[in-house]
């Protein structure tokens, strides 16, 4: 399977100059909002995060991102559609290539089968989210559009868990590339 990414989500300079002046006015609020209020794809208001906000992987990296998302313990798994929020506590299961899908199985309540061959760019995204600090790994597709999210966990005051903030760090440091803002 070759998987790349496919180049930036381009818009007009005045959207791209609304969508940032939107997240500096507003840098905890939903980015789906934000893409929508400004006609533009979700990937582009990715990239206009400032770069200690949001970094990039290349999608061949995309097997050693799963394969180290199973060991995290309990994340939250999110689907963001403009019909719904739909998000599922619980471990990434191991998963396998055959058929065009990766396939998801294991002792979890995820299981599933995706078209990974339709994820353009795997984004490491470390924001603040309503004033407390989220960490997620979203997988974006040609359209510009999430696919899926995965947050690390939070313990049961709310706070990140640490050995996952720890997990999410290491493994944007060995795959993510250098953006330009």
């Known amino acids: 399977m070759t998987l790349s990414v496919v180049g930036n989500a381009s818009c007009d300079n005045n959207a791209e100059a609304a969508v940032r002046a939107a997240l500096r006015d507003n840098p905890d609020g939903v980015l789906e909002a934000i893409a929508d209020k400004h006609s533009v794809p979700y990937r582009t208001v990715l990239d206009c995060l400032p770069s200690e906000n949001s970094s990039v992987a290349p999608t061949e990296a995309f097997d050693r991102i799963w394969q180290d998302l199973t060991d995290w313990g309990p994340i939250v798994f999110i689907v963001h559609t403009a019909d719904g929020v739909f998000e599922t506590a619980c471990t990434i299961p191991p998963g396998t290539h055959a058929r065009g899908y990766f396939n998801i199985h294991g002792d979890s309540p995820l299981g599933g089968h995706l078209k990974i061959d339709r994820c353009a760019a795997i ?59």
Not at 131 to 149: E, H, L, P, T, Y
């Open 123 to 181: 984004y490491f995204v470390d924001r603040p989210f309503f004033k407390r600090r989220s960490c997620s790994v979203q997988f974006i597709n040609g359209d510009g559009q999430a696919m899926f999210k995965i947050f690390v966990g939070r313990d049961e005051d709310k706070n990140l868990k640490p050995e996952q903030v720890a997990r999410f760090e290491k493994l944007r440091a060995e795959t993510a590339v250098a953006r330009d803002h």
